[in-house]
T-cell receptor
């Protein structure tokens, strides 16, 4: 079992739909990242969370440390949101030495017009 | 601010050939990471540098992979000889430091196809 699990693996939505992508992890963490990867492109960091909720434009990320769960929400989705969304965690037991991230396998989102 | 630069963007080689990738991190970033991302999977850390020293190379297949960051700035990752299973996107990332809240910035990646 992976230490970081994402669901769903694939998601197709219609434009303007509200989208939720979930991330569950099994280790204690010091931070959780949501990343976006476009086909053929590099990775862009969307959010870094250690508690609560963050909002940027149409994107909202929440985290529940006790339940070891995070969600990424996209409001009023648009075809340009089509990408792979990756959840990554920094385990707390690594201390300051490596800043190591454990990545989920990603959620492939396709938003249709 | 310029981002993380990588070259080449794409490379196709035959198995048993050698290949090298180059990465130039964001100016002032002391920490540099190389990741391997196989299709359908999340990135896997191959090696992490702090300046010109190796912090973590526990998942680097040292029999065929090597990496260096001689002057603590840009870095090269080499595969010699390549195998079919090395086909992947190789991502370079950098961060200002190595603490838990140092955001990693990723380059565009190099897509390697081994035939």
């Amino acid at each position: 079992k992976n230490e970081v699990e994402q669901s769903p693996q694939n998601l197709t939505a219609q434009e303007e739909e509200f989208i939720t992508i979930n991330c569950s992890y099994s280790v204690g963490i010091s931070a959780l990242h949501w990343l976006q990867q476009h086909p053929g492109g590099g990775i862009v960091s969307l959010f870094m969370l250690s508690s609560g909720k963050k909002k940027h434009g149409r994107l909202i990320a929440t985290i529940n440390i006790q339940e070891k769960h995070s969600s990424l929400h996209i409001t009023a989705s648009h075809p340009r949101d089509s990408a792979v969304y990756i959840c990554a965690v920094r385990p707390e037991n690594y201390g300051g030495a490596t800043n190591k991230l454990i990545f989920g396998t990603g959620t492939l989102l396709a938003v249709q017009p | 601010e310029a981002g993380v630069a990588q070259s080449p963007r794409y490379k196709i080689i035959e198995k048993r050939q050698s290949v090298a990738f180059w990465c130039n991190p964001i100016s002032g970033h002391a920490t540099l990471y190389w990741y391997q991302q196989i299709l359908g999977q999340g990135p896997k850390l191959l090696i992490q540098f702090q300046n010109n020293g190796v912090v973590d190379d526990s998942q680097l297949p040292k029999d065929r992979f090597s990496a260096e960051r001689l002057k603590g700035v840009d870095s090269t990752l080499k595969i010699q000889p390549a195998k079919l299973e090395d086909s992947a996107v190789y991502l370079c990332a950098s961060s200002f430091g190595i603490g838990g809240y140092n955001e990693q910035f990723f380059g565009p990646g190099t897509r390697l196809t081994v035939l």
